[in-house]
Structure formats: structure tokens, C-alpha cells
Antibody, heavy 120, light 106 residues
């Protein structure tokens, strides 16, 4: 059974940083691209960033480009999202999701999410 | 950027009803469309990908159709577990989600 467990969310001041982690199990981690999707209160889900199975290919939404960095440790089956220069509009539940394959950009398994709140 | 719209935004229905939700893309996305179900406080769950392919473990009362710019999700006989919000998502150019359709109890 695929399991994805996010951690690292919390309250941070504008301009601050946070690193999210997603521990994966139940599948061959390095065979699949992984993604972060966020959902602000009352809004539709928004794709944030994706990374290929071997970590060489990374992609970002324009709203986070230059501020967020996605990475993965295939030896530990963990996905990361380093978030810098955080803004109020980054407040959301952040989900990690397993790609349907190699950067197909649909997502067949999701974690439960971790809440990030950016506020002074 | 590809924009996604859905109709209706809210749909009131009863158990056993046939329900249809429409999703439109601002330009052709071929068949690169997925549908998700989201219950309150939970993560989205994949129902359908490639416009009409059922996700693993998804009941056969769910079906998808369409290509190009217009797509539909149909629930043939609404069950109590199906009262939720449904999102379409294009994945021909990164990905974009639609605004959602909330299915509630009539």
C-alpha cells in the first residue's frame, strides 16, 4: 500500500523559511516523479513543483519559482520542499503526491497534507 | 496558461441519481485530463485519468468522456460516499485544476 506522510508545516513569519518533508513507502520511490500541490482555504488545488524520479528534472509554478526548491533523497525515500521568502499568499495545506509515472502530471496517490501558515 | 472551468459549481442530488459534471479547457488538451474527488478535510483522490481511464480501485459507477476542450464526469447512481467536491485537472502543460463542483444532498 502506497503511503505518503508529510511533515514540517507550521506558522512562519513573512519572509521566513520552512522545509517540508514527505516520507514515502509502498512503492519503488525512484521509479516515479513526485509533486507538491497546495490548497489555500476555499481555493482550488494549485500545483507547486515536480521532480523526476532520479532528481535531475525539476519544475516549478511561476508563483514559487526562485523561492522554493524541490529535492528528493532516493536512498531514504523522502521528498522535500524548501520554501524561502514566504508570503501570506503561500498559506495553504501542502500535499505531496505520487505521479502516475514519469512526469505525467496526474497524481494517483496523495498524502494527508501539512498546513503552512504565513503570518506575523 | 490553460484555464479550466467546470459546471455547475454546485449540484444538489439524491442517492441513486445519475449525475453529470462538465469541464472545459481554454484550448485543446487532447485526452490529458484527470478527475479527482475530495471530501472535506481530506486529500484529493484520483478517479479518472486520460479522460476515461478509471483509477485503481475506483467503482465502475464513475465514468469519464470527452476530448479536446470538453469533458464530462458521470456518476451513474449516486451513493452516500459520493457527496464531495469534484475537480478536473489538465496535464498537457504542467497541470491546472478546475474550480470544482460540489455535489451535495438534495
Amino acid at each position: 500500500e502506497v503511503q505518503l506522510l508529510e511533515s514540517g508545516g507550521g506558522l512562519v513569519q513573512p519572509g521566513g523559511s520552512l522545509r517540508l518533508s514527505c516520507a514515502a513507502s509502498g512503492f519503488t520511490f525512484n521509479n516515479f516523479a513526485m509533486t507538491w500541490v497546495r490548497e489555500a482555504p476555499g481555493k482550488r488545488p494549485e500545483w507547486v513543483s515536480a521532480i523526476g524520479g532520479n532528481g535531475d528534472s525539476t519544475y516549478y509554478a511561476d508563483s514559487v519559482k526562485g523561492r522554493f526548491t524541490i529535492s528528493r533523497d532516493n536512498s531514504k525515500n523522502i521528498l522535500y520542499l524548501q520554501m524561502n521568502s514566504l508570503r501570506a499568499e503561500d498559506t495553504a495545506v501542502y500535499y505531496c503526491a505520487k505521479d502516475g509515472g514519469a512526469l505525467r502530471f496526474y497524481f494517483d496517490n496523495w498524502g494527508r497534507g501539512t498546513l503552512v501558515t504565513v503570518s506575523s | 496558461d490553460i484555464q479550466m472551468t467546470q459546471s455547475p459549481s454546485t449540484l444538489s442530488a439524491s442517492v441513486g441519481d445519475r449525475v453529470t459534471i462538465t469541464c472545459r479547457a481554454s484550448q485543446s488538451i487532447s485526452i490529458w485530463l484527470a478527475w479527482y474527488q475530495q471530501r472535506p478535510g481530506k486529500a484529493p483522490k484520483l478517479l479518472i485519468y486520460k479522460a476515461s481511464t478509471l483509477g485503481s480501485g475506483v467503482p465502475s459507477r464513475f465514468s469519464g468522456s470527452g476530448s479536446g476542450t470538453e469533458f464530462t464526469l458521470t456518476i451513474s447512481s449516486l451513493q452516500p460516499d459520493d457527496f464531495a467536491t469534484y475537480y478536473c485537472q489538465q496535464y498537457t502543460s504542467y497541470c491546472t485544476f478546475g474550480p470544482g463542483t460540489k455535489v451535495d444532498i438534495k
